[in-house]
């Protein structure tokens, strides 16, 4: 996912991991909350309701019912005249005795009468009587409904989103998706040691310049939905690989764990993020390796001085810079945006590093996790700790 339109929420200001993962979850919230609400049957009846609300003629009717005056309605009037007429002297003696049915106003009084007892007329004359008429018409049910829709939590929420930031999000697909909360690393996404081309390699192997054994998962353990790997002082007899010597057996004086996962390939296109966390002087990282070692991105390697990234594709090209915006001791979220001709990565919603250069192309790589030390370089034990890992891919169009 592109993560620049992020930046605008926070100022460019570096914000908490806390603060920053919660509004991760709750842009993904909102992008599925939005498109619910835009198939929604009642956003297409608030639409239908709007346009009929809002038309020049409904206003029209509207204003006419609630400022039209009762004493100038015709039934009022007829009213009026019939009253009056029935207190004319030809009036009163026609309906005392039947005469003076030729009279003008007894024949006026008669064509009134016919008219204001009629149902319909008395319908008339009450709802112009009422000074709420508005109230009992259907279209007042109509603009009510509209104004119960339009104050809808769900409605409300899908006029004031931000589309752009859900077709933002909506570019990517989550391809990959680890929240620790397996106990066995076997039945796990994960695997011990490092990728190779041939799946029969022993990749869980050391380096012989090293100082810690990887024991093959012994040293990886899962506890409240967090993945550790521990690095202990002890001594252990691991498998260690040589340029000259080949593969062969040495006593470490330390035991840790290296993971790798070919459950999904991270290439151009791909988000991954990263919560994690590490203590102790060691080196620790969370990195993307080829089956053939090379092309190498780091996402981060954090040593007891320093947090790096960048970028290895060949023996003699590498580009590695320095990241001054956090420290590991505290869950930091980190990403990298791999899209087209460049790379970029953010601590946070911090954007920390971009590189256009001497980027690998047409590489399928792979997550690592690991925690090692170099001979004569000081060490201590410490943890890897990763709360949860994601990885976004570019939706085929």
Same mark, same amino acid.
């Given at each position: 996912m592109d993560l620049f339109f992020l930046k605008a929420l926070f100022? /460019?200001?570096?914000?908490?991991?806390? *603060?920053?993962?919660k509004t991760l979850n709750q842009v993904a919230i909102n992008a599925k909350r939005y498109r619910e609400v835009e198939k929604s049957a009642f956003l297409a009846e608030y639409k239908e309701l709007e346009k009929k609300v809002t038309a020049p003629d409904f206003i029209a009717q509207k204003e006419e019912l609630i400022k039209t005056n009762y004493e100038r309605t015709p039934e009022y009037k007829a009213m009026a005249e019939f009253k009056k007429l029935c207190k004319d002297k030809y009036v009163r003696t026609y309906l005392r005795n039947g005469k003076e049915e030729e009279r003008m106003s007894v024949q006026r009084y008669l064509e009134l009468k016919a008219e204001v007892e009629t149902a319909d007329f008395?319908?008339? *004359? &009450?709802?112009?009587? &009422?000074?709420n008429r508005w109230t009992t018409t259907d279209e007042y049910k109509l603009e009510e409904r509209y104004n119960e829709l339009k104050n809808d939590s769900d409605i409300v929420f899908f006029f004031n989103a931000d589309?752009?930031?859900?077709?933002?999000?909506?570019q990517f697909d989550l391809a990959f998706n680890d929240d620790f909360e397996w106990v066995n690393l076997r039945n796990s996404p994960w695997k011990p040691g490092f990728i190779y081309p041939n799946d029969k390699f022993l990749s869980a192997h050391s380096y012989g310049n090293e100082q810690q054994a990887y024991c093959d998962g012994k040293m990886v353990d899962t506890n409240n939905s967090v993945l550790t790997i521990f690095t202990k002082k002890e001594a252990?007899?691991?498998?260690?690989? &040589?340029?000259?010597? /080949?593969?062969?057996?040495?006593?470490f004086p330390y035991s840790s764990d290296a993971l790798y996962t070919d459950a999904v390939a991270i290439e151009e296109g791909s988000v991954v993020q990263v919560k994690c966390k590490c203590s102790g002087k060691l080196n620790h990282g969370v990195y993307l390796r080829s089956r053939n070692h090379l092309p190498y991105i780091s996402i981060f390697d954090s040593t007891s001085k320093n947090i790096m990234c960048g970028v290895k594709t060949d023996i003699k090209t590498e580009d590695f810079r320095k990241i001054t915006a956090t420290s590991m001791l505290a869950y930091t979220i980190f990403t990298l945006s791999w899209q087209k001709d460049?790379?970029?990565w953010f601590v946070n919603n911090l954007e920390v590093c971009r590189m256009k250069n001497n980027l690998p192309k047409g590489e399928k790589l792979y997550l690592h996790l690991y925690s090692f030390q170099f001979e004569k370089a000081s060490i201590s034990e410490g943890e890897l700790n990763v709360d949860w890992i994601r990885v976004y891919n570019v939706k085929k169009k």
């Open positions: 100022r /460019g200001q570096l914000t908490t991991t806390p *603060n920053f993962e008395q319908k008339r *004359n &009450d709802f112009w009587k &009422d000074k589309k752009k930031n859900v077709e933002r999000w909506e252990c007899e691991g498998r260690a690989w &040589d340029a000259k010597k /080949g593969m062969y057996m040495k006593t460049e790379i970029v």
